[in-house]
Structures are given as structure tokens and as C-alpha cells.
């Protein structure tokens, strides 16, 4: 595997971007297919079928919506409207028989009878007239209108006339009465017959004699008219909110619409068409909005690649591992999608952290940001039950917060129990993501519910922190990716190669551990990886424990060895530790990047003691003899290692460090690895060189700072 990715290492990393950038495009493309794409069948009518088939979409069934409105309509009865002048009329007739008749009762007393009684102190309401009744009979039809006269017989005109004042005015009150309430309650033509059964039932609930029950109902019937007539208006109104009233007969999406050898019945059959399951046409325009979706998923993940990865200065391991990642953890979610269900929300248990853990610890911050959006909306279409066109936001919802969650509580790895205490703290958020979505649901949910789904919630997390650390290995041994983890790992002074130092050369080890501050330090103040420039100082000068004794710091109680040699001879082993320090971590299977760091961190300077010691001797020697082979400086912690190794040094060959020397020296230093180009390759601008400046002189003088200097025991005498 290392070999191939050796091979790796020489493809243009631009290709190897684009052709990841591909695979992950296909990956969104090809894992959400069948939640957009529906599968087509080819059935007949009145065949049986041979699975259940659910609606793909939610439609409304229109000829079924049609027929229930018809049916709506057809219920909607007649609306009529009571005449109120018609009934009015009616019972004005009864008025003006009852009125004729207190008239006519009233003229059959003329006025010379009445003088006659007066004389003879008679009271005239005592007496008997002897008028006879068809005189009244006469008068009165001269009084009623033709419609009256024509209706009544003269028996019933005879009977009325007849009635007592107290008959009379039962009468009356009992005919406009019963009238006025068959009147209220609308009368239709086809109605009339009922209503004069009615009137003459309740004309014989009365104590008045037959004669008058007689004339009363063929008064009432000659009252008794329509007064209900059909309104065209009221009815139209009352057809339009029935029509309102009917719901839309709408197949949804995840309906049943056939089970499992049911007969295709005509309706059935009807219905599979309407929602597209008969024709593949309506197929292309979800592949059309996946491709398109695909591709703007993909533009993002390669704007924010462009801006936030180190594409120059990373190989072709790091985009593998990103594709890797990717494709896993989509193949995790379209899995446990298979198993998911309304009732049983699986995706809780998705480890999800996984990947924003890997891509901050393997990455960066504003990567795992990044690709954590593009999870979710990703999640969305996968756990949407295989419905096209729908989208599950509680899905992306959830675990949109649980990679936050991890991303935000992973500050800095000190070791693997990090690791869990993160995730632990990410399972605390999915619980209450998983509680926000109960609580806001209008569904009833039992206890047992909230606890399983809380339960899913937080063993979800803990997969994910047991998956990161035993997933990391991978990417760190076979891929060869450096991780947080492993640089701490290998910044333990128990390590081989740093215990190697510490005893064949202590005084390589103290620089190399002033380097480290130094560099580490600096390379947070411009951005850079802080934590690689503080191990790869640990290791930078690993070579000298080849010849330890051959360099000042080591020199202790002895005489120089170079002393004794030639200028060449000093150079030649001076020259040659980064590469031996190389080579004996190429040995030790340690990363590249620290590889590198060893090898480069003196880029190609001049040794220019040994250079001018030589030059003294024979002024035609060659300069690049004295030079270190390199390469320059690749990345931004080897370029400041690189400074920071000078500095350290010369600062440490100072009797007096000040401020102001220390700000001096390190100017100077700077000024010719610029002149000499030794940053050329390094990326590094002057505005970060300025806060490396800074940041060191700071670091230094915090070192170096000036102390009170205490009286002698002489002068404190003197004092006394």
C-alpha cells in the first residue's frame, strides 16, 4: 500500500484533486439515486400483483376529487325561500272575514230600535233581533272580497255568523295561529295537501262545535297556499360550499396503492398511472435534479478544498483519505437507511462524528465544517424513505448538530481518552436534539419511545469516538497521514530516537527543545501547524548523534575536534547530519513531513566558517562545496524551524543577550536567508515573517530577560 502511494506521490496533484473531486461527485450522485429514481412496472389490468407498491409521490387523484364533488352536489337539496308577502296576504284574508263579519253583527241593530229601547230603559245587548240570518248572509258577501265568496259556502258563511263573541274570538286566535305556523314553516306547492291535513287536525283538538270546526278548515283551506318557492341563487351557493367542503382525494407519498397479489383493478390501475409508475418519462427530471444537485454538492466540496487544503504542499494520500472518508460514511448512512422507518428512526444511531473527528484531526477546522453541511443535506435525501421529491430535515437536522457538536468539542488532542471525552460530550447533544424533536412533534410519544430514541442518540456518539481511534491508525500507518494524535505520540521523551538524543548528545537535545518553543510558537502566530514544528524540532537534529561530539553544543569539558581536522573534513560532517538524521528516521518508519523537516531545514545556506576558514587557505575554493545539498524549505514549520535553529543557536553563543541584540541577530538572520532565497519555496509572505520576528523576539527575551543583579557579600558588609 505504501509503495503505491510512493507511486502516488509523482501523479500531478491537480489530476489527482479533479479525479477525487469526480469520485465524490459520482459517490452523491450513485448513493441517492434510488431515493429520487422510481423503479417502473409493466402490469396489466385485472392481473394480480407481485409486490406491494407504494406511491412514489404525493398527487392529487382529480376523477376521484371530480366524483366525490359530484356526489357532494347531488346531496345538496333544493333551497327555497318563505314569501313573506304571500303569507302575509293570505292571512289578511282571514282578517278581513272575521273583520266583515264583527261589522255585519254590528249594523243588525238599526238606530230607531235602539231609541225605542231607550224609552222603555231596555238594554239593547239583551235583546234578540229577529233579523233573519240570510239578511246577515247578504250584507256579509257584500262585504267580502269575490275570492272569499267564491271560496266559502254560504253554510260556512251561515256557521261563522252564527258563533258567539267568545266563539268568535276563539276562533279567530286558533285559525291565524295554526296558519301563521304552517305559513312559518314553508309551504310548496307539492306541501299544500299536507298542510290542510294539519290545519284540520288541529282545528279538531278544539272544543268549538263541528258546524264551526266545518267553516274554520274551509276557511283554512281557501288560506292555505304556496308561499315556498325555489331559489336558484341559495341553491347554487349551497352546491359551491359542498363543493368547498370536499377534500382532495391525494395519494401520498409512501401510500400503499396495491399490496402484495391484490387484483390491478381499473381504479387501481388508473392510480399506478397517475403517479408515474407506468411510464418512465417522468424519471428523467429527478435524475436531471440529482445531477444538478450532485454537482453543486461537489462545487462546494472543491471551492472549500481550493481555499482551506494545502493541495501544493499535501500528496496524494490526503485526497485519497478524504475520498475514503467520504464514500464510508455515505455507504454508513445509505446502510442504516435500509433499516429505518417512521416508527423506527435508525439514523439516531448513525456515527456520524466520525467523520467531522477524522477530518479536524486529520484537516482542519473549516474542512470539517465544510463537509459537515454537505453530510447533512446529504442525509436529507437518504432518509427520506426512498420518496422521491421529499426531503427528511429531522435527519440532516440531527446530525448537522452532532458533527458540530464533536467538531466544536475537539479543542486540542492531549491523548485518546480526548477523544471520548467528546464524544460523550457530543452524545449529550444528541439527546437533547432528539428531546427538541419530541417535544415540538404534535404526535404522543410513550416513555419507552423517549428513551430509545435518547438511547440511539448517545450510542451513536460513542460508536463514533470507538470508530475515530480505531480508524486512525489506518490513515496514519498505511496512508502515512500525520495526525495529531501520532505527533503526540512521538513527542513522548520515552520515544527511542529523542532518548537516543538525550544521551548520546544532551546538548543537541536542549536545542533542540529551545527550537521547539521557538517554532512552535511562531508557526500559530501566521496559521501554521504548531504542533508539527514542535516534534519535528524534537527530531531535526537527530543526525548529530552520529557524530555529537563534532558539533559546540555537545562539546563539553573537550577539546574541538575540528581542531584537528581540515576545513573540508569539518565541513563534509557538518554537511551531512540532516541527511543522516533523515536516514535514520526513514529507518525508524517515522512520517514524511518530519522526514522532510530534517532533511530541509538548512535549505541550501553556506557553512561559512569552514567556507571562510578554507578560503584563507586556497582562495579558488568552490562555494557550493560548503553549501548544504537541500532541498529549500517546503512549508511554511520547515522554513520557521529553519529560523528558529539559526537563531537559537547564535543566540545561545551570546555573553550578554539584550533586547535589542536579540532583535538584531534575528533581523539579520532573516535578512539573509531572504537574500540567499532559502524562503522561495516555502510560501511564506514578509507580513508572517514580520510576526515570526515578533513572536520569537518575544519568546527569547521572555527567556533572556534582564535580572537584578544582587550585592556581593563584600559590598553588603560595606553597606553595613
Known sequence: MKKLFEKLKTFNTTLVFILTLIILGVSIFLFTLSNVY???YEIERFSNASETIRSPITIEDTRETERRQREAIQSVDDRYVISQEVTQERLDYVGELF???????????????????????????????????????IDLKQLLSEHLTDALSDDDLLSLIQMSENEKEISYELLTTTLREIFNEGIRRDDIEEAQELLNQRLQYSNLDDSIQEALDSVGQFAIDENSFFSLEDTMEAEREAIENVEPAMIRAGEVIVREGQTISNEIYDQLALVGLLSNDRNVFPLIGLFVMSLLLTGLLAYGMAIYFDIKNKDSKHLFAIAVIFVVTLGIMKFISYFTTDENQLYF??????SSLLLKILYNEKMTLMFSVVFSIIATIIFNGEIPGSLNLEAGIYLLFAQLSSMIALIAIKDRMTIFKTVLATGVVNILVILTFIFLSYESYQLRDIFLHSGYGFIG???????????LPFFESVLGILSDTKLLTLSSPNHPLLRKILTEAPG???????????SEAACESIGANGLLARVASYYHDLGKTKHPHYFIENQMGIKNPHDYLSPKQSATIILSHPYDGARILREHKLPSEIIDIAEQHHGTTLVKYFYYKQKEIDEHVKENDYRYPGPKPQTKESAVISICDSVEAAVRSMDTPSKDKIDELINSIIHDRLIDGQFDD??????????????????LNGIYHTRIKYPSEDYAKEEL
Do not use: C, Q
Request: net charge negative.
Open 99 to 137: 273583520d266583515a263579519i264583527e261589522t255585519v253583527d254590528e249594523t243588525s241593530i238599526d238606530e230607531e230600535n235602539i231609541d225605542e229601547f231607550e224609552e222603555e230603559e231596555t238594554d239593547p245587548e239583551d235583546i234578540e233581533f229577529e233579523r233573519s240570518s240570510s239578511d246577515k248572509l
Open 508 to 518: 543537541t537535545y536542549h536545542h533542540s527543545v529551545m527550537v521547539a518553543n521557538l
Open 682 to 699: 516555502s510560501a511564506l509572505t514578509f507580513k508572517e515573517l514580520n510576526k515570526i520576528k515578533l513572536t520569537i523576539s518575544e519568546t
Open 461 to 471: 456518539a460513542i460508536v463514533s469516538g470507538i470508530l475515530t481511534i480505531g480508524v
Open 349 to 354: 444511531l448513525m456515527p456520524i462524528a466520525t
Open 38 to 40: 422510481t423503479e417502473t
